[in-house]
Nanobody
């Protein structure tokens, strides 16, 4: 089984910064994608940023230039540096890891951490 534990959420004023971290443990395939999703009340969960084992990244258009995702493969951790935060960034942020092994997909989620940006 795989466990993802997030930390670093909280309350911040608009324009401020927060850093989210996620530590993965368990039987993790060495080639995987880790990422952050967010879900605001009444909305669907959406990808914020993802990063592969090789370091390729992708970002939602709404966070490009403000958020930076990084990972430490040796420690199975992923972080999200969030700068210039806006009230619309308010959501529960979930850590995610996924991979495909012999055609079979696996995907795991953290419990989520609340990020609240006040105006």
């Amino acid at each position: 089984q795989v466990q993802l534990v997030e930390s670093g959420g909280g309350l911040v004023q608009a324009g401020g910064s927060l850093r989210l971290s996620c530590a993965a443990s368990g039987r993790i395939f060495s080639s995987n994608t880790m990422g952050w999703y967010h879900q605001a009340p009444g909305k669907q969960r959406e990808l914020v940023a993802g990063i592969t084992t090789g370091g390729s990244t992708n970002y939602a258009d709404s966070v490009k230039g403000r958020f930076t995702i990084s990972r430490d493969n040796a420690k199975n951790t992923v972080s999200l540096q969030m700068n210039s935060l806006k009230p619309e960034d308010t959501a529960v942020y979930y850590c995610n890891t996924k991979w495909r092994l012999f055609g079979t997909p696996s995907e795991y989620w953290g419990q989520g951490t609340q990020v609240t940006v006040s105006s």
